[in-house]
């Protein structure tokens, strides 16, 4: 009779522990969109299949899921394009970019998942010449981040660099 009540605070332990590892947190002074938010583009091009604002993705291919979210500072003075990264113990927060929102409004980008493939970037298709170290494609291996605005303006493959644990930022577009 004993052995149940100890059955039962170990599979309490061990849940709460397992649903602690697997939540991923926002960045200290950010936050995620909120209803008031959803307007603009994000209301338009939002569908059942499509949060243009997040999305989830192993792109550090470790078996693990991670975030890449449009996330807005508390002050609402700025909004960036992060990448929450969780390993098997911690979690990694990449910003991307950050944006002035008396320049521009969050609800004018989008993020999105990319396909596999050979992508040109924009030094490759001969918008600019090629700089060292720019490569004139990119050779995407598994799904990563897409980064634009809507309508126009320049494209982003924000893809996992395996060789130097980071990011690296492509452009894709002019």
Not at 14 to 28: D, R, V
Not at 83 to 90: H, M, N, Q
Not at 95 to 107: A, F, G, N, R, S
Request: with cysteine; glycine share 6%.
């Amino acid at each position: 009779m004993r052995i149940y009540p100890l059955l039962i605070i170990c599979l309490l332990t061990f849940t709460n522990a397992f649903c602690q590892q697997s939540a991923l947190k926002i960045p200290e002074g950010w936050r995620t969109p909120n209803k008031y938010d959803i307007k603009d583009n994000w209301e338009v091009y939002q569908k059942d299949d499509y949060i243009p604002y997040h999305f989830t993705n192993d792109f550090d291919q470790n078996g693990l899921k991670d975030e890449a979210w449009i996330l807005i500072k508390n002050d609402n003075t700025s909004f960036g394009i992060w990448i929450l990264l969780k390993t098997k113990d911690s979690q990694f927060n990449y910003l991307i970019d950050e944006v002035k929102i008396t320049t521009v409004k969050p609800q004018y980008y989008g993020i999105s998942e990319t396909e596999k493939g050979t992508w040109q970037t924009a030094c490759g298709k001969g918008y600019w010449d090629c700089k060292p170290g720019d490569p004139s494609q990119v050779i995407v291996t598994s799904p990563q981040l897409w980064y634009s605005p809507f309508e126009s303006g320049p494209g982003y493959l924000i893809m996992w660099n395996k060789s130097e644990l980071t990011f690296r930022i492509y452009v894709m577009s002019d």
